[in-house]
């Protein structure tokens, strides 16, 4: 299920995605095999072609140590 319904959302969480991967150094294949999602998954929700679930955006969160509304807004 999507959570994003406005594509402005959408663009905001890849653009933070790519901003807080990039900063703290992550491969994004770590990232996704810490959340269990497939490595193209992970590609696609930093492409901006698709969005996390809910339970992943949580455990997204987590992997990364900031809040969930520093992702989305």
Request: proline share 3%.
């Amino acid at each position: 299920m999507n959570i994003f319904v406005r594509s402005e959302t959408l663009i905001f969480f890849k653009e933070m995605l790519k901003e807080i991967v990039k900063a703290k150094g992550f491969k994004q294949n770590y990232l996704a095999q810490r959340i269990g999602v497939s490595t193209v998954t992970f590609s696609n929700w930093v492409k901006g072609k698709s969005s996390p679930s809910k339970k992943h955006l949580e455990k997204l969160s987590a992997v990364l140590e900031v809040p969930v509304k520093e992702l989305v807004h």
